[in-house]
């Protein structure tokens, strides 16, 4: 079974256009996180939200909204998307804090 | 404030010799620190973790890395590498927050394993 599970893994699509990124973990946890990495590979907290609350929101496009419906869900949904916003975005959740972060296999997004 | 600093982007070495990455880190507070591995097209894997128990931290495929204070850094090794071994290696400092982790991570080791 796959910890944390991402959909698509693979996208690509025009500018300006509309996407979703959706994500589930079936570890129990209570914190998740989208992470942005990209074409250098450097790797970056884009946001978290513990218990369906946001905690963390770094300096992000407002294009880009998270939303959790529950504690098991994270999804990422991207506004009017630009040559800029191709990357690999993972997500991945905790249980605490401190505590060891588990990552989805990753969604390829190239903006074309 | 926290960050990661890791020495050579790429490290290459030949299938049998010792691996060595290196990673120093810069904390305010006691941290918890990572090492996590990528293989090509995939996620984030983690090799392994230290959080303030004993210092000489054991990892999956035969890695380690030592916690040393006095250093700032937490350099991860092997001592004999494997073709299997060739990925990108990031590590990751965070600490105990009130909820949640936001880990740092450097800007990633490609190490390679010739034959």
């Known amino acids: 079974d796959t910890a944390v599970s991402q959909t698509p893994k693979y996208l690509v699509t025009q500018m300006g256009n509309d996407k979703s990124i959706k994500c589930e973990q079936n570890l129990g946890h209570d914190t998740m996180y989208w992470y942005k990495q990209d074409s250098k590979k450097f790797l970056k907290i884009m946001f978290s939200?513990?218990?369906?609350?946001?905690?963390i929101n770094e300096t992000v496009p407002n294009r880009f909204s998270p939303k959790s419906p529950d504690k098991a869900h994270l999804n990422l949904h991207i506004n009017s998307l630009e040559l800029g916003d191709s990357a690999v975005y993972f997500c991945a959740s905790s249980q605490g804090r401190a505590n060891t972060i588990y990552f989805g296999e990753g969604s390829w997004l190239t903006v074309v | 404030a926290q960050s990661v600093t890791q020495l050579g982007s790429h490290v290459s070495v030949s299938e049998g010799a010792l691996v060595l990455l290196r990673c120093n880190y810069s904390s305010s507070v006691p941290p918890y620190l990572f090492w996590y591995v990528q293989y090509p097209n995939q996620g984030l894997q983690l090799l392994l973790k230290?959080?303030?128990?004993?210092?000489l931290v054991k990892g999956i495929n035969g890695f380690e890395a030592e916690f040393k204070k006095s250093e700032t850094s937490f350099h991860l090794t092997k001592p004999s590498a494997h073709m299997s071994d060739a990925a990108e290696y990031f590590c990751?400092?965070?600490?105990?927050?009130?909820?949640?982790?936001?880990?740092?991570f450097g800007e990633g080791t490609q190490l390679t394993v010739n034959p």
């Open positions: 230290y959080t303030s128990a004993a210092t």
């Open positions: 939200y513990n218990n369906k609350e946001l905690i």
């Open positions: 990751a400092v965070t600490h105990g927050g009130t909820s949640g982790s936001r880990l740092t």
